[in-house]
């Protein structure tokens, strides 16, 4: 662990457009499981709640493949809630009172954690497709090079869902000792074909984009806006059960009492999805995109074991609680299962979770109230493990 | 029913690049729901077996969103067998030693029948987003055009898959007299919410492409590919079950032994992908993809009838087998059920039949015994309620 690190300080939601950041100098590079260097390296972060005196209450979060540090705090590009601001802050379940809550930008992102947006010290240009194709491991690297500067030893928990989920996983099998609960949420321990597939059809909308210029689209003055919806079309379409649309949309009309026999947005759902596309273009960089959908596919967790996930977790005295949505069909609840039976097969403390709503794999977004309550559980029961203080205690300090 | 047609003819496979086809004069124009007007109407079709002397033989074969007439010869395009080729020929469930089979090509497509792609005899210029917006009760009058051109009174049975059986739905509805029987398979009597996302998907996709010149791309000599190639990437996915993806494909690579940390196509799943959307693009019309996926969103039979989709089948005498498979997630089977409900509600003849198969919506165009043995007992006992001669026995002929 790198020593002499600055203090914390507690932050407010919108001290700094995209919240703290690290750099690491040139000589403390982050080497990727494909060879790469990234160097330097820069982490954006945000903090949420104070360290307490032993540094044992820090909670990592994970955020998923378009998501970022802003877990709770006002987003700088989209003046929104943070993507998980109904689990973090006094009082939530994630509570700010009595945890110190961490949230990094994953690298290869695109919201201050150095990606192929940032630029490349070799050519003074952004790196673009020269950016270093990262996995699930480099990200949880890059986050391990962050809590080191931190002085933490041992997070109390690292939680995350979808690719977070996957980080989770990912953290617990690489550095079980730093991790003395884990949550992973609506997530896999390896990408799926047809989870591939999808990512696939994304990426091809964006390189099918003219105006992405392989890549090269910053130098030039363009984005690939075109391409990046309809990719962020087709995914949102896998974020929400067949049910959830039903009851939000079925096949209501948009401002109309008739359909038009038209390519207009007569339905609804294609008004709701357009809009998605456009407004995730405003937010979001389209190699960032490429980058973390790849990251995903090529998640394998048991691949590095010798192919036994219960190789990944042999021993480990970390705590987990597993959850599942019984309408993600992105992410079913088989996926998580076998996650539970390595860690069964493991020797490991787990409680699995699989909660009943119809919003498909975005529910762990969204407000869920038996999905809550699971988390203040999990969290209150690890804490008193831990022998943290409850908020307002005499051992607080 | 229009008198004095021309006999028909059993045709060889290839005798001509799209079949037979049956031009309508200027003054017998396709009125459709949408308002507008399509002529001179084509119709390019094809046949297999011979219409018996009292016409009473005849099985219409309702294509797919992107199928066409070659249900059961070489495909003219691709050389490939014709789309229902394990169902339609000698001895096969749809026995052309017994049966007079129909297929065309849907008003709207890109196969010979009338299309975006045909000049429009106001401009002479490819019609382009000037043809008007088709609905499935569209394609259904122009075939029914068809078979009074082929002095059919009734067809001893309506068949077919996915859009096919929403045509299927609507012969049954709009004309019941002169439909026998009814195989409406892996279908809905409405597009879902999700399936309207999906197909939305698939048109901002083409829409997206500058090559797509505001459907103007014909008279200006290029071609939408990179857009539809994305669009049936998209769509292929929905074709195919979660499991047969992982049992075809899994995690496989292709043609290497490790990733490249790339974006090439490492996993076959890519490439699969990849080279599923460059064929497709080779034999369909960009804009003809716009007109059937839109067909299909605007498809709600009980829309037209009061909201109930029993009303729509009221006293009809048609005997219905309603086919859906249960790894089909575009075309769930409780969508079938939902059709079955109203056809018991509306008095119907109907069996039911979900056939269990792990190779998703796409299973009715495979191999899939049960399927084949349950199309065959239906028709075998249909043929024997109409009375229609066994193949070999004297009263053919």
Known sequence: MAKGAPAIETIAASDAPNGKFIQFPADRPLCTDGGGCVAPLTIAYQTYGELDAQRSNAILLCHALTGDQHAANLHPLTGKAGWWDVMVGPGKPFDTDRYFVICSNVVGGCLGTTGPSSINPATGQPYGLDFPVVTIRDMVRAQAMLIDHLCIDTLFCVAGGSMGGMQVLQWAASYPERVFAAMPIATAAKHSSQNIAFHEVGRQAVMADPDWRSGRYLEQGVRPEKGLAV???????????DQALQRKF??????????????????????????????????????????????????????????????????????????????????????????????????????????????????????????????????????AARGLARPGSEARA
């Open 250 to 383: 079925g096949r209501k009309l948009q401002d109309r009492s008739a359909p038009t026999f038209s390519f207009d947005a007569d339905f609804q759902i294609e008004n709701y999805l357009r809009h998605q596309g456009m407004a995730f273009v405003d937010r979001f960089d389209a190699n960032s995109y490429l980058f973390v959908t790849r990251a995903c596919d090529y998640f394998d967790l048991a691949a590095d074991y010798g192919g036994s996930l219960a190789q990944a977790f042999k021993g480990t005295k970390t705590r987990f609680c597993v959850v599942a949505f019984d309408s993600d069909w992105l992410y079913p609840t088989s996926d998580s299962r076998a996650i539970v039976h390595a860690l069964n097969a493991g020797g490991a403390s787990v409680s699995f979770v699989e909660i009943e709503s119809d919003k498909g794999h975005d529910a762990f977004l969204l407000h869920e109230p038996y999905f809550i309550a699971t988390t203040r559980g999990f969290l209150e029961a690890a804490a």
């Open 231 to 241: 990719a962020r079309m087709a995914a949102h379409i896998t974020y929400l059960s």
